[in-house]
């Protein structure tokens, strides 16, 4: 399996992208549309969405990630999370998450979160079981306030990409810690680096420094 090497660029969570040189992906499967890993990226996330979520075919697609996830080249579970604009009820939310939790410190391997608005239920899961294994908000999207707690419970944050363009998060992005940040494209057709050249400038420092704080977190907790 390809490993990031020096001058590459991660993008820590994309729904599928052009394979670009210098660039390294992790490309996010949601089961529930039944790919699994081929070869358009590096490496893959794998997980079931809230969104997608139905009953009859949680445990099913329970199996079948612990399957998928036997693959060298998923590298992290999710994205699974809760969400309260969309998808099912509460308890099953919870259920598909805790789920997803407990097979990523079964396996090894970081959780990719997706989480709307579900911030009491993600704490509480958090406290129930304890995980060593990072679990990294993806899309986060909140206030320097909500930031710094999510760092001192021990997440790590990848930024909305959105905001980061829109600069939206520059005073955010300051307040993380280096070894707390990732950045991501997620299903948006935007280029990389201008993204990686937001979220320096925001934070004032170079786009290599920036690379190099998200390389060796990558390397840190995924590898
Ligand atoms: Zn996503």
Redesign the pocket.
Known sequence: MRQPVTGDLINI???GSVRIRGVFSVE?LMLHEGRVPDDSADAFSAGI?PWFLQKSELPGLLDRLTQVIKDERVVAIG?AGYDHRRGPGGELQKQAFESQAKLAEECGKPL?I?CVKGWDELWTSRRRLRPEMPWII??FNGSTQQATQLVAGGFYLSLWVKSVLGGALNEVLAWIPPGRIFI?T??FDVELGLVYEKAAGGIGIPVSMLAGYVRNNYLTLFV
């Open positions: 969570h994309t729904h996010n969405h994205e990719i997706h993806h899309g991501e997620d299903g």
